[in-house]
């Protein structure tokens, strides 16, 4: 049987798209709003290396199964087989190291060639007692380079 809408089912019909819409348009400028305080795009490899690239000027690129990630900085290809999970931070993990490392936690600090200089009470006091030079800090958990100057 066919059916036509009378004024009213119309009017009804047009609000509720109104109201969708409107609703809509709402959650999208919380999404650009809130989008707009990450300055990183950081993936984290099926290994556990962490890399961050600069949201600024950054386009993705898929390509068979490579990524392709570029911004200011250049070009870089990562193989999507590699990528364990890619998330958006306000922070660079992959160098600011109260990230990496708990900055009032105990670490232990070795040469880069894996000779233990001891154990540090924390970030700071570590970095105060080093001589310029490229160290490894862990905190039993994670490990990073880090350059003294």
Do not use: W
């Amino acid at each position: 049987m066919l059916r036509f809408a009378n004024n009213g089912e119309k009017l009804a019909q047009f609000s509720f798209i109104k109201r969708v819409m409107a609703l809509l348009m709402v959650l999208s400028f919380a999404i650009v709003a809130n989008a707009s305080t990450y300055c990183y795009l950081e993936f984290t490899s099926t290994t556990g290396v962490k890399t961050a690239f600069s949201v600024t000027n950054l386009t993705l690129t898929v390509q068979g199964n490579h990524l392709q990630v570029t911004n200011h900085d250049g070009t870089v290809d990562l193989l999507l087989t590699d990528l364990a999970s890619m998330q958006f931070s306000s922070t660079n993990c992959t160098t600011d190291l109260e990230c990496i490392i708990n900055a009032d936690a105990p670490i232990h600090v070795l040469t880069v060639s894996g000779v233990s200089l001891g154990i540090y009470s924390s970030l700071v006091d570590a970095s105060q007692s080093l001589s310029a030079g490229a160290y490894v800090i862990s905190n039993g958990t994670q490990s990073q380079t880090i350059i003294v100057k």
